[in-house]
């Protein structure tokens, strides 16, 4: 098949793996690495001679429905979450590599839309980043796997050890948004059986605003990776990206700083159960000390480790605190 | 489960995401960089302020079959694939990320073995390289997307377009081989339906010495990456991993030069037509100015560009000349 004929409905199977890859190629934005996609391996510029590193993957199944989610929603989320991660250690995103195993009868314009959800994440949060290069295979599951790559500009990473009792936490973005929007889906957009039905565009619409906000944000996380990159420059002793939930990860940040985090639940808004365990906004916690300029809002303090490692009001958490993919996938798939 | 209840034929299912983890974890080399894994992102060093990144992923079906290769040579063979593509720029490979995704059923030896041959690809093709970040997901189709990064250590990348009229072609490493054993394990293990048949050791040490060798070649291929580095630093002028076929990988050299690639067939062994069509090799096209001190056996010239991008022996070339995944997968498993 010439490129001449190809159409929307046309399917990646029909296709060379040069011809899918010119058709993605064509939608991002332009390349701005030394050496970006097209050789045996991309080159990239991280002038302090450091590069921050990370890979995120999205499943079809655990990590996202097709009749839910949008190829746009697919890209931007696989770009947004790792993004986070790079943002998370205080570097700027500089380049995603983005390694894409699908169905052979996968659309062509599917594969589009999930370009321009890329080239669009890249665009809103983190200006200058490109694709600069991938791998295309064909596979019985559809398989996003993005590596994002940043650069210090000279500056300390800021690592989940660092948070020292009395230093201030606080959360950049949003909690439990992503959380609600899955009970929507889950509540609104399935079948008797369970099975996902389509979210259709008129369907969405028709959505109370505050219930489509948060399924917008479950399918597309729009982490601030402006504002992280602002704490890392005023100070913050630690953080992270809040991705499976908020008590899990604020586990996982005191136990690599060796204290117990406090969190006081009056500061997480009208549904503070759902803030401490839901997971996917890919917001940011973030540890300041007492004389630094801090961002976002405060929501507890870090004390010495005591027999917790976060204690909310006081006390142990006792809800699921997060999710674990390992033993939260109910096998559905849809 | 707690971690000591578990034995080799504990699934990943029944195991949450952390202990997973640490059972790769610990048959890892040990982190050399700045910031390993157990954070949003790993920090890398690569003192001359550029970094070399690749990915290539591993799926089950169209990549390989559980029934041919152990979990061990799954792991080296994700490893080097990737290690050849950063060395076939003239960079030494500083670290992996190894992003996994596993059906729940997968043992956990299945998940050892795969460190083990990630752990010796490393030691074996680049010490000091080590698995640096990752990620885990459960998925019906294992699939295994690994990324490479390395240094140039203050030298020029070395494209596929720098290939000059006048310049030598040669090839480090071996030609054919790995095709070879593809070719023995569908005529020698598969069923009366081409269903793929488990090669067992009893099986393995039963074969012809040389499609032994042939088979171990496919299921855990060996770059020859110090070899690599050295065509580098010794003045090639073009470089790049030969992974889809000889034919099909200097067609595209050729291109990004600009030029046509003549080949002698005489100087491709006993079976120039494998060595023209098979891929997976892994080894190295590599290409000489006149007066440079060349790496490995010369197989052609760099001519100024004709009709055809490649000649073998003075005609196009009228075999597949490699490997599409695209248009080549059977969609059988096993």
């Known amino acids: 098949m010439t490129d001449a ?20 190629l064509d939608r ?14 991309a080159v990239l510029s991280v002038p302090d001679g450091r590069v921050v590193a990370t890979t995120d993957t999205l499943v079809h199944g655990p990590d996202f429905r097709l009749a839910w989610s949008s190829p746009f929603e697919l890209g931007f989320k696989a770009a947004a979450v790792n993004l986070a991660d790079v943002a998370a250690m205080g570097a700027r995103p500089v380049a995603l590599l983005v390694a894409l195993a699908m169905p052979d009868a996968t659309p062509v314009s ?31 599951t559809l398989t996003i796997a993005v590596t994002a790559l940043g650069s210090l500009e000279g500056r300390d990473p800021v690592r989940r050890s660092g948070a020292r009792v009395g230093d201030g936490v ?14 929507v889906l889950f509540r609104r957009f399935t ?19 505050l219930d489509a906000r948060a399924v917008s944000r479950q399918l597309a996380p729009r982490p601030p990776l402006a504002t992280a990159l602002a704490a890392a420059a005023s100070g913050a002793t630690a953080m992270m990206d809040v991705s499976d939930g908020l008590v899990l990860d604020a586990t996982r940040l005191a136990d690599a700083s060796d204290v117990t985090i406090e969190i006081d639940s009056a500061t997480l808004g009208d549904e503070p159960a759902r803030a401490l365990d839901g997971g996917e906004d890919h917001g940011f916690l973030v540890v300041f000390p007492p004389d630094a300029e801090p961002h976002g809002r405060r929501i507890g303090t870090v004390v010495a480790r005591g027999d917790d490692a976060v204690r909310v009001d006081g006390r142990a958490w006792e809800g699921p605190g997060g999710w674990d993919p390992y033993r939260d996938w109910d096998a559905g798939r849809g």
């Open 5 to 24: 004929e190809t159409t929307p409905e046309t399917t990646v199977g029909e296709l060379s793996e040069g011809q899918v890859l010119r058709g993605i």
């Open 170 to 183: 606080y959360v950049i973005g949003e909690l439990g948004e992503a959380a609600r929007g899955l009970e």
């Open 28 to 41: 991002l934005p332009p390349s701005t690495a030394p050496v970006g996609p097209g050789d045996d391996a």
């Open 110 to 140: 599917f594969v589009q839309g999930l370009a321009d959800g890329l080239a669009a994440a890249c665009d809103e949060l983190a200006p200058g980043c490109a694709v600069e290069g991938g791998d295309l295979t064909v596979s019985d």
């Open 191 to 209: 079948d008797a059986d369970g099975a996902p039905v389509a979210l259709t565009p008129q369907a969405r619409a028709a959505l109370d605003p």
